[in-house]
């Protein structure tokens, strides 16, 4: 099973679909920042919505369950209060069956804490694909319901999806673990290695998270040794072993390529070689820059069994 990580909104916004009183500037509930949205008197309040949550599950990725959390606090702690509804909004702007309140009363911290609803198995009472999650109505529907008159404030609003891949499955010829038929490690050694085998770090779940996408979040390397190294074995989902392939690189180095040259190259299993496709010895320190390269014949040599492709990036520091 995979997850999103924690995702905040893009949208906030109060929503009179329910409850009497409306909340006091949604839109602070979108960043952790202690700057919030707030409530004086709730009784029971109108729907604090947030959606708009940009995520990206794979096409096809069955959704196992979807957690929710609410950045909240009470203004005093001697005042009682407890959820009237927390529904998810779904991608035609309806909310799930299932409402996940906690609606025992309760004194809320003074201090800003998360509460949580749902998990890693509940859907809510709903069916969920790819596309409802991943459509911008998609969000959750927060109202609560209070005493006399304390002034309540909720600071952020979050949600992460767990989801399993089409097709994702255990190698159990390398024993790795493989995300989407994909598996990536790095190291920082005095060596390099004559073949593909895995590095000494494994990405986390938050690492393949970061690199999904080009928008200046990086998973980095730290280390005095000779040679800083990424390795990425990389699935086609064709299994195909005669099909072309791209591949593109984006990052940076704090030490200048200008100064040591950074490699893209990728194992050919007939010469049990590593060859060059692509290397980048002119841009500065800290600039992002993008190496290249492409495969389009004697294809055969350069798949395993499994039909993945093994590309590395490394830097000679010396």
């Given at each position: 099973m995979s997850d999103t990580g924690w995702k905040s909104p893009g949208t906030v916004v109060n929503d009179d679909s329910v409850g009497g009183r409306s909340w006091v500037n949604p839109d602070n509930a979108k960043v952790e920042d202690d700057n919030s949205s707030y409530i004086i008197e709730p009784e029971f309040t109108q729907y604090l919505k947030a959606t708009n949550f940009g995520f990206s599950v794979p096409s096809g990725a069955t959704i196992d369950g979807i957690e929710v959390g609410v950045k909240r606090k009470s203004a005093t702690g001697d005042y009682f209060i407890r959820d009237y509804s927390v529904k998810l909004v779904k991608s035609d702007g309806g909310f799930s069956v299932a409402n996940r309140a906690?609606?025992?009363?309760?004194?809320?911290?003074?201090?800003?804490?998360?509460?949580?609803?749902?998990?890693?198995?509940?859907?809510?009472?709903?069916?969920?694909?790819?596309?409802?999650?991943?459509?911008?109505?998609?969000?959750?529907?927060?109202?609560?319901?209070?005493?006399?008159?304390?002034?309540?404030?909720?600071?952020?609003?979050?949600?992460?999806?767990?989801?399993?891949?089409?097709?994702?499955?255990?190698?159990?010829?390398?024993?790795?673990?493989?995300?989407?038929?994909?598996?990536?490690s790095r190291e920082s050694t005095t060596d390099l290695e004559s073949d593909d085998t895995p590095l000494a770090t494994t990405f986390s779940e938050q690492d393949y998270t970061d690199v999904e996408s080009d928008d200046n979040v990086y998973v980095d390397l730290q280390g005095t040794a000779r040679y800083m190294k990424f390795l990425f074995k990389e699935l086609n989902e064709n299994e195909s072993n005669e099909q072309k392939f791209n591949i593109t690189w984006r990052g940076k180095s704090s030490l200048a390529p200008s100064s040591a040259t950074v490699y893209l190259q990728v194992y050919n299993r007939t010469s049990g070689q590593w060859e060059t496709l692509d290397s980048n010895s002119s841009s500065p320190a800290n600039t992002k820059f993008t190496l290249t390269g492409t495969k389009s014949t004697n294809l055969s040599g350069y798949y395993d069994s499994n039909y993945v492709i093994s590309v590395r990036v490394y830097q000679d520091v010396t």
């Amino acid at each position: 099973m995979s997850d999103t990580g924690w995702k905040s909104p893009g949208t906030v916004v109060n929503d009179d679909s329910v409850g009497g009183r409306s909340w006091v500037n949604p839109d602070n509930a979108k960043v952790e920042d202690d700057n919030s949205s707030y409530i004086i008197e709730p009784e029971f309040t109108q729907y604090l919505k947030a959606t708009n949550f940009g995520f990206s599950v794979p096409s096809g990725a069955t959704i196992d369950g979807i957690e929710v959390g609410v950045k909240r606090k009470s203004a005093t702690g001697d005042y009682f209060i407890r959820d009237y509804s927390v529904k998810l909004v779904k991608s035609d702007g309806g909310f799930s069956v299932a409402n996940r309140a906690n609606t025992d009363y309760e004194q809320w911290s003074t201090t800003l804490t998360y509460a949580f609803y749902g998990g890693s198995s509940d859907l809510w009472g709903e069916s969920w694909t790819s596309s409802d999650i991943n459509n911008s109505n998609f969000g959750i529907a927060f109202s609560v319901e209070g005493s006399d008159d304390p002034r309540l404030e909720v600071d952020h609003i979050q949600i992460k999806v767990y989801y399993t891949e089409s097709g994702t499955e255990a190698n159990s010829e390398r024993k790795l673990y493989v995300k989407g038929g994909d598996f990536y490690s790095r190291e920082s050694t005095t060596d390099l290695e004559s073949d593909d085998t895995p590095l000494a770090t494994t990405f986390s779940e938050q690492d393949y998270t970061d690199v999904e996408s080009d928008d200046n979040v990086y998973v980095d390397l730290q280390g005095t040794a000779r040679y800083m190294k990424f390795l990425f074995k990389e699935l086609n989902e064709n299994e195909s072993n005669e099909q072309k392939f791209n591949i593109t690189w984006r990052g940076k180095s704090s030490l200048a390529p200008s100064s040591a040259t950074v490699y893209l190259q990728v194992y050919n299993r007939t010469s049990g070689q590593w060859e060059t496709l692509d290397s980048n010895s002119s841009s500065p320190a800290n600039t992002k820059f993008t190496l290249t390269g492409t495969k389009s014949t004697n294809l055969s040599g350069y798949y395993d069994s499994n039909y993945v492709i093994s590309v590395r990036v490394y830097q000679d520091v010396t």
